[in-house]
């Protein structure tokens, strides 16, 4: 009864009537299914678009925007949409067999690390003269969109309006013990890491960091945990973005001021109160392509920039577009002036929060 | 024939390695040694180990013990509930996560993962062992207790040793799916080699330190697979000689332990499914975010299908010389090619994922950005999975069979075509309806190589979670998990009928 390591080798067929099977079934059910599966994927060659977009800004805000720059000008575009961090990693990937003409980025720190693998052209000059030299790489080879805000939210119920921190220094302070959430991973937790570095010094910065890691700070993988956690009061306060707010108000069909999360912004050029950028970069095969530079001039026109201040309640960085109604004005804030878009600086913030034990 | 169809699909399986290769060989030694040698790599591998350790052991007693009862005992509804047991491989761990942290306050952490990823993973024992418990010759056991040995010794010492096979492959495959997961770990914030790689991609945009940890996954991956074939070679096989058909197995009245076991079957239950759907429901009525049209659901639950059909029969056709040779050619040229196929299963889909961009941009660009490569990514993913199913279908059809085609004057593809495939075809059919419903909830992956403009259920629910759309992303995960529960009614119905295998 017993075989060592040999399969069995004996069974009754005569039992199982799904074993009669006509033999050619099974050969033509598997041929079926790779034509069906192949039918189909025939039935996507829709008709080439006329310039490719890879977007790390996520489809439900971006599209709407594409589609009225299709209706205005008649030119195609096919958007790849992913997480701007896997879509710098996949440009990386593709290298110049890349079919992106345009990338375009949540984050500069994103377009640093694409244009440092040397895949991004220079960006038409007429282009980076709209945007102010702080949102913009030193040479030209991507360029600010929208200004993200950095800013302090808290739960209404939860932080009397005294308690407020008036810099972001002061979160390390014992009143914010195991309140504070941070997304250390994000990019713009980690540009605002180089922006304090750029500001009061490395040694100053470290001691921010190692500050917050001993006030057990809750972390969170990104802002919109964070905001969400904040308005349903399982979380006090947190450093996240400015227009998560909205993105919640939106989804519960609310005026941002019912929600219980609160926005409290930092002025007198405190490095809290940072101005991240999402951005443009133009990919080396499509420098001199017409339609993709018409594409990059229509999101820093008049109208791209008026659809991103109303529809997703960021700055605009072009001058003469007011910014959404309930949103203090940069010059009012005094933004600290920083520019911020060196890679070689990323690099060594990353390093330093990673060695601040916050990620881990 | 079988051994170069067999070379093919390692090599598939085997480009994430080629590419982590590459990319380990440009990072060089220093960055090798300053990524890995640190403190945090040996926490990451401990909580990972301990995770997928943890997670197999409770998969291991749900699964046995779900399949005992449905197979073996008085339990009422015997049948319902062992679909319902098998019905938590529909649903993505990254919306059961989701469900259970906007249900429960506070739920995160290595504990609550270890929860999710049982609930959702048990399935992988569950089906190959409730097969072996329907059929495993009773036959010895009786002999075991006609000499003398009690219920509970029958059951641990012959039941349990026959079994064997399928609990020790069922729990590989969770051991290696937990390494891989991403979506319960990032939700729960618990911090595993594979949620490192993905925030090491966010962290300065540098995917270089990310691929060197990938390929510390890999190590690990070699040793849980010597491991296991450690464990395997002791294996005894029973095999029944001679012809006449089975006795069903004699049933174990539960008397006062059938609340109880109800009752657990229940909670199991409740857990998988009940938590994740109250919180779509609570989603859709909080929200005032909507879907697209219903058009938009329906072109993106039709791509869905498309891609996991055509990945499911790539990774099929690739998965049959494996299977086929394992079952035929036992020996250690197979079980190593048959490992192999294994080695790249716990890398996370988003390193599959690149790995298959460099493939397609230096080896195969015409297939870039089509659905073939994005099929091909699915096989190198998945083909574990197919071929286990092909082998233990295989395995079940006596060699004799072919032997006598062969002697009668039938070639080696009549032979193919008139007598092993249609024998291995429930082993195909089996694993076919588990590649396409784990190519279904697949995201990383997707997201890197799908045409560029194609939407799917899954980069759908990806899309608008990102924005905290989450009444919008609700309906798509429901299809997601609905579409999925056809083909696990298929596999669990096979599960459940004598003979036959998972």
């Known amino acids: 009864m017993r075989t060592d390591r040999r399969p069995s080798t004996a069974v009754t067929i005569g039992t199982d009537t799904r074993r009669k099977a006509a033999p050619r079934a099974v050969v033509a059910s598997l041929a079926a299914a790779v034509l069906l599966a192949a039918g189909l994927a025939g039935c996507s060659g829709e008709e080439p678009k006329d310039i490719t977009v890879y977007s790390g800004r996520t489809q439900s805000l971006v599209q709407p925007l594409i589609d009225e720059f299709t209706k205005k000008t008649g030119i195609t575009v096919a958007v790849r949409y992913g997480t701007t961090a896997q879509t710098a990693a996949q440009l990386q990937e593709e290298g110049d067999k890349s079919p992106a003409d345009v990338f375009l980025s949540q984050d500069a720190g994103a377009l640093g690390a694409v244009a440092k693998a040397g895949l991004l052209a220079q960006v038409p000059a007429e282009l980076l003269a709209k945007v102010p030299a702080p949102y913009q790489h030193a040479g030209g080879q991507w360029v600010g969109v929208t200004g993200r805000l950095r800013v302090f939210a808290y739960n209404a119920d939860q932080v009397k309006p005294e308690e407020l921190p008036k810099s972001v220094l002061d979160v390390t302070g014992p009143q914010w013990k195991g309140r504070l959430g941070v997304a250390p991973t994000n990019a713009s937790f980690q540009t605002f890491v180089t922006a304090l570095r750029v500001q009061h010094g490395d040694a100053k910065a470290k001691q921010f960091l190692d500050g917050i890691k001993a006030n057990e700070p809750q972390i969170r993988d990104n802002n919109i945990v964070i905001v969400g956690e904040i308005n349903d009061g399982k979380l006090p306060a947190g450093l996240v973005n400015h227009y998560y707010l909205f993105e919640k108000a939106a989804e519960l069909g609310v005026s941002p001021d019912q929600l219980k999360v609160k926005l409290h912004y930092f002025g007198d050029g405190d490095t809290g109160g940072l101005l991240n950028v999402s951005g443009l970069g133009l990919l080396k095969k499509a420098s001199g392509n017409a339609k993709a530079k018409q594409f990059m001039e229509y999101l820093l026109g008049v109208d791209g920039q008026t659809y991103f201040a109303t529809k997703t309640f960021e700055y605009p960085l072009i001058a003469g577009v007011p910014t959404a109604p309930g949103l203090p004005s940069l010059a009012d804030l005094k933004i600290p002036a920083i520019n911020l878009n060196d890679l070689d600086t990323l690099a060594a913030s990353v390093e330093m929060i990673k060695n601040s034990g916050l990620t881990s | ?502």
């Open chain 2, 1 to 502: 024939m079988l051994l170069t169809g067999s070379l093919l699909a390692v090599a598939v399986a085997l480009i994430p390695l080629v590419y982590l290769g590459v990319r380990a060989a440009e990072a060089g030694g220093e960055r090798i040694r300053a990524e890995l040698l640190t403190g945090a790599t040996a926490e990451l591998a401990a909580t990972s180990l301990a995770l997928a350790a943890l997670v197999t052991a409770g998969c291991l007693l749900l699964g046995v013990g779900a399949a005992f009862l449905v197979t073996r005992t008085d339990l009422p509804l015997r049948r319902t509930f062992g679909v319902v047991a098998a019905l938590p491989l529909a649903m993505p761990t990254y919306v059961a996560a989701f469900g259970w942290v906007s249900v429960v306050d506070g739920f995160h952490g290595f504990w609550p993962a270890a929860l999710v990823l049982t609930f959702c993973s048990f399935p992988y024992v569950y089906l190959p062992v409730a097969a072996a418990l329907r059929s495993v010759d009773p036959a010895v056991e009786e002999v075991s207790q006609s000499l003398g040995r009690g219920g509970r010794r029958t059951f641990t010492g012959v039941t349990l040793r026959q079994i064997r096979p399928a609990v020790v492959a069922g729990g590989l495959l969770v051991t290696l799916y937990v390494l891989s997961d991403f979506g319960a770990v990032a939700l729960l914030r618990v911090n595993t080699f594979t949620r490192s790689v993905f925030t090491s991609f966010d962290l300065g945009f540098d995917r270089v330190g990310a691929l060197v940890q990938a390929t510390a996954l890999v190590v690990v991956t070699l040793v849980i697979l010597g491991a296991e074939l450690a464990v395997r070679r002791h294996d005894t096989r029973y095999a029944k000689v001679g012809g006449g058909t089975r006795r069903p197995a004699r049933i174990v009245r539960l008397g006062p332990w059938r609340a109880p076991a109800l009752l657990a079957i229940v909670a199991v239950a409740a857990g998988s499914f009940a938590v994740p759907g109250a919180a779509l429901v609570r989603w859709t009525a909080e929200g005032v975010s909507r879907p697209g049209s219903p058009a938009e659901i329906a072109g993106a639950a039709a791509n869905s299908m498309g891609v996991s059909a055509l990945g499911a029969a790539l990774t099929m056709l690739l998965a049959l010389p494996i299977g086929l040779l394992t079952a035929r050619a036992p020996g250690p040229l197979s079980a190593v090619l048959d490992r192999l196929t294994y080695l790249t299963h716990a890398l996370p889909g988003l390193v599959v994922g690149l790995s298959l961009v460099f493939f397609g941009i230096n080896v195969a660009y015409p297939l870039y950005q089509t659905r073939w490569l994005l099929a091909l990514a699915y096989a190198t993913l998945f083909l574990p999975l197919a071929v286990g199913a092909v082998a233990s279908a295989a395995a079940l059809s006596p060699p004799s069979l072919e032997e006598a085609a062969r002697s009668l004057g039938r070639g080696p593809w009549a032979v193919l075509r008139t007598v092993t495939l249609p024998l291995t075809l429930p082993g195909i059919g089996a694993g076919a309806a588990l590649v396409f419903l784990t190519c279904m909830k697949e995201l990383p992956a997707t997201l890197l190589l799908r045409p560029t403009g194609m939407d799917t259920l899954a980069t759908e629910l990806w899309t608008h979670t990102s924005v905290a759309a989450y009444a919008a992303a609700s309906p798509y995960a429901a299809l997601l998990v609905i579409l999925s529960a056809g083909p696990v009614l298929v596999l669990a119905r096979r599960a459940l009928t004598p003979g036959g295998t998972p």
